[in-house]
């Protein structure tokens, strides 16, 4: 006798679409959060650096952009021409060309004529992370005159309004970097290490990122 049973269920092939698509989502996810350990791993290095350059005389970089970050083929990150703010400062010359590669990553202080600092320098470091994690710069202008002054004037753009996958953690440490009164940015390089070391932490373990540094 021939048995018939009810099944419930769905065809696989009928579903194939939604499941190549979730396939797709978590394949995009996964490499979404690499990228971000990835960028964070590059930015906790660059502020091992800092802490180093920082006990050195003179104390500071001055010129910390993605031109003067570099990484060989073996994966080692070097950070390049620190230091060389008292070589330039008195060469109206190398200042204004030096003003026109760096104004992108310039501080508001640096671009008004003041020295480098240890709080200029983490400036800087903030662009490049906001770049990083945006793809874009967080002050454009048709001329260097004009990009130093949005720096000083314009409300930073918030990475994650650029990024909606950035994590509210990130965005608050990026934030703090690029506030334009020093007083309210990072003091030193240490500080922003702790950081910068929980959330890659936290992104690799799983562990909560809903907090910010500016809370």
Same mark, same amino acid.
């Given at each position: 006798?021939?048995?018939?049973a009810?099944?419930?269920?769905?065809?696989?092939? /009928?579903?194939?679409?939604?499941?190549?698509?979730?396939?797709?989502?978590?394949?995009?996810?996964?490499?979404?959060?690499?990228?971000?350990?990835?960028?964070?791993?590059?930015?906790?290095?660059?502020?091992?650096?800092?802490?180093?350059?920082?006990?050195?005389?003179?104390?500071?970089?001055g010129?910390?952009?993605?031109?003067?970050?570099?990484?060989?083929?073996?994966?080692?990150?070097?950070?390049? %021409?620190?230091?060389?703010?008292?070589?330039?400062?008195?060469?109206?010359?190398?200042?204004?060309?030096?003003?026109?590669?760096?104004?992108?990553?310039?501080?508001?202080?640096?671009?008004?004529?003041?020295?480098?600092?240890?709080?200029? %320098?983490?400036?800087?470091?903030?662009?490049?992370?906001?770049?990083?994690?945006?793809? /874009?710069?967080?002050?454009?202008?048709?001329?260097?005159?004009?990009?130093?002054?949005?720096?000083?004037?314009k409300?930073?753009?918030?990475?994650?309004?650029?990024?909606?996958?950035?994590?509210?953690?990130?965005?608050?440490?990026?934030?703090?970097?690029?506030?334009?009164?020093?007083?309210?940015?990072?003091?030193?390089?240490?500080?922003?290490?702790?950081?910068?070391?929980?959330?890659? %932490?936290?992104?690799?373990?799983?562990? /909560?990122?809903?907090?910010?540094?500016?809370?």
């Open positions: 006798p021939l048995l018939l009810r099944c419930d269920g769905f065809h696989m092939l /009928s579903n194939m679409s939604s499941i190549f698509t979730l396939c797709v989502l978590f394949c995009l996810f996964v490499m979404f959060v690499a990228f971000l350990i990835y960028c964070l791993h590059l930015v906790v290095v660059c502020s091992e650096l800092l802490c180093y350059i920082q006990t050195l005389p003179p104390s500071v970089g010129d910390v952009r993605p031109n003067n970050i570099i990484v060989t083929p073996e994966g080692v990150l070097k950070v390049t %021409d620190f230091g060389l703010w008292e070589a330039i400062r008195t060469n109206q010359d190398a200042m204004a060309a030096s003003f026109g590669r760096a104004v992108e990553y310039q501080s508001p202080q640096v671009s008004s004529g003041s020295p480098p600092s240890v709080s200029t %320098d983490l400036y800087s470091l903030g662009v490049v992370l906001f770049e990083m994690l945006t793809g /874009s710069l967080p002050f454009h202008g048709e001329t260097p005159l004009i990009v130093a002054m949005n720096h000083q004037n409300s930073t753009p918030s990475p994650k309004e650029l990024n909606p996958g950035v994590p509210l953690s990130l965005e608050g440490i990026t934030l703090k970097l690029l506030d334009k009164n020093s007083d309210r940015r990072y003091r030193t390089a240490e500080s922003v290490l702790i950081d910068l070391r929980m959330v890659r %932490d936290a992104l690799r373990f799983g562990r /909560s990122l809903s907090w910010s540094p500016l809370d």
